[in-house]
């Protein structure tokens, strides 16, 4: 838990250019959008189960709640900052908690971030649009080591949502669901392997959704890293930078807003850990930028 302030401060720190806010926390009805009413009920009145704890991995408190709460609310702020301010590229320096089912949490996850902001954003957006009658199609890359297994549950009967998940075969969950694309990396995999997989991954993906997606959500996950506890696989450094690029540059390339959430890292040190988050995160201002000097340029012209 000890990551997320010392990400924060590492941030503001030492990449200026980013714009840091205070997570606001998910409403009950914005949570309802992706979870059952009884599991939300549950969560905030602090009746879960022993069982129920386990499964999430850690015990109730009000502040385990707010925190879920927030967690949501940044995903679902950085969205929106992509997506309807136009910022083509926005971050939670938490979230990705994919393994949160429609029906009750898991592995460390309560609720489910990026299913929740994907669903209000589709909502928002024929808000803003009343006229158009398109829908708002989304993408979920998610490159946690572990699978995406809550948010291709949600996902399971939903065209409008595209789930990418490229993971470790061997790791947690053991028992997988089926995304749109599932990629199982083996014990080992190294950074040319992963890379090579993620450009095939990304372009099988693009050719297979029906329409381009208006929006996409990219779970950056550290724990693909060869020093990690809990990852199998053993990616650089400087290989999980390059996929945070090689991602982030084929969005910008096809237009495409993103959403980034930092997901998983369970680093033997710390320090490295947090590293990882940073760097995903200077890709992401990186980008940005790119997006803005080419709004620029067009404007001019």
Same mark, same amino acid.
């Given at each position: ?16 250019? /980013? %714009? ?10 914005? $949570? ?6 009884? &599991? ?5 009145? =602090? ?5 129920? %704890? ?43 908690? !994919? ?7 898991? =592995? ?17 957006? !024929? ?10 199609? +989304? &993408?979920? /890359?998610?490159?946690?080591? !572990? ?6 549950? /949600? ?5 409008? +949502? ?17 995304? @749109? ?8 995999? @190294? ?14 993906? &693009? ?17 693909? !890293? ?12 400087? =290989? ?45 201002? $990186?980008? &940005? %930028? ?12």
């Amino acid at each position: 838990m000890g990551k997320y302030a010392l990400l924060r401060q590492a941030v503001q720190a030492q990449l200026p250019g /980013i %714009q840091v806010d205070e997570a606001p926390p998910a409403s009950e009805g914005e $949570l309802a959008l992706a979870h059952d009413p009884a &599991w939300i009920t549950a969560v905030f009145e =602090g009746t879960t189960s022993a069982a129920q %704890q386990r499964e999430i991995g850690f015990p109730w408190s009000t502040r385990m709640v707010e925190r879920a709460r927030r967690s949501v609310g940044a995903t679902i702020a950085a969205a929106r900052r992509a997506l309807l301010a136009g910022d083509g590229v926005a971050a939670n320096l938490a979230g990705g908690t !994919h393994h949160a089912y429609a029906h009750k949490g898991s =592995g460390y996850c309560v609720f489910n971030d990026v299913a929740v902001a994907a669903r209000l954003m589709q909502a928002e957006w !024929h808000r803003h649009r009343p006229t158009s009658r398109a829908l708002l199609r +989304v &993408w979920v /890359i998610d490159l946690d080591v !572990h699978q995406g297994n809550g948010t291709a549950s /949600i996902f399971a009967a939903d065209d409008t +949502v595209f789930t990418l998940s490229m993971h470790g075969a061997k790791n947690f969950p053991f028992r997988k669901e089926v995304s @749109d694309l599932d990629v199982d990396l083996p014990d080992g995999c @190294d950074d040319n392997a992963y890379l090579a997989a993620l450009d095939q991954a990304l372009v099988s993906a &693009w050719a297979r959704q029906a329409e381009p997606p208006g929006l996409a959500f990219f779970v950056a996950g550290a724990d693909p !890293h060869e020093n990690d506890r809990l990852g199998r696989l053993k990616l650089s450094s400087a =290989g999980l930078a390059e996929r945070d690029s090689r991602v982030l540059r084929f969005l910008r390339e096809r237009g495409v807003p993103v959403a980034v959430s930092m997901a998983g890292g369970y680093g033997r040190d710390l320090a490295t850990t947090v590293a990882i988050h940073q760097r995903t995160l200077q890709e992401a201002l $990186l980008s &940005w %930028q790119e997006i803005a000097q080419r709004t620029a340029a067009e404007s001019f012209e």
